[in-house]
Structures are given as C-alpha cells and as structure tokens.
C-alpha cells in the first residue's frame, strides 16, 4: 500500500480573529518575533503572521492585528500590519 504524500501545510486551518490594535511592546530579532501590547494584554506575534516586513517594524509603532485566543498557548496575533495615521494634529 502506498503512502499518500501531502505538501506541508496544505490541510492547515485558516483562523480568523477579531480585529485589534496595539503598539509594539518588544521585538526578539534572534528569534524573529515580538509582543503587542494592546487592550487584551500582552500578545505574541511571530515574522510569519506580519503583512509586511517583519524587519521594517519598531518599538512604539502602532499596528493593526487580528487577535487568535489560543487556549493552549495564549493569545496571538495574525495579520500584523502598521497602522496608517489618521492625519489628526
């Protein structure tokens, strides 16, 4: 019997989260993830779960984010993006 071979990834759920905002608490580079601080409280984010360039981000920037509630390992961030400014002095 032959084994059925899969691409990586293929079968893996899309989540979708609700939408927040926070500012960027911290940013491990060796480890190439980071920390929101938001409403919700701290919030992990890895590089992949940026739209963007995870390496463009800084400390204090605001961004936009879905939140994911993992029971297993707490809450996380998807779709990390700069928030745009809203042009108000």
């Known amino acids: 019997m032959m084994e059925s071979h899969k691409r990586a990834g293929a079968d893996k ?3 979708s989260g609700k939408q927040a905002t ?4 911290e940013l ?7 920390t ?17 360039e995870y390496w ?3 400390v ?3 961004v936009l984010f879905e939140l994911l509630d993992d ?4 809450p996380r961030a998807q779709h990390v993006r700069l ?7």
Do not use: C, E, M
Not at 22 to 25: E, L, N
Not at 83 to 89: D, L
């Open 28 to 34: 491990v580079r060796s480890q190439a993830s980071g």
């Open 13 to 15: 759920p899309v989540y």
């Open 60 to 62: 204090g920037d605001h």
């Open 83 to 89: 928030k745009k400014p809203t042009g108000k002095k």
């Open 71 to 74: 029971t297993i390992s707490g």
């Open 56 to 58: 463009n981000l800084a």
């Open 36 to 52: 929101i601080s938001s409403s919700n409280g701290s919030v992990f984010f890895h590089k992949s779960d940026v739209d963007g």
């Open 22 to 25: 926070g500012r960027i608490k």
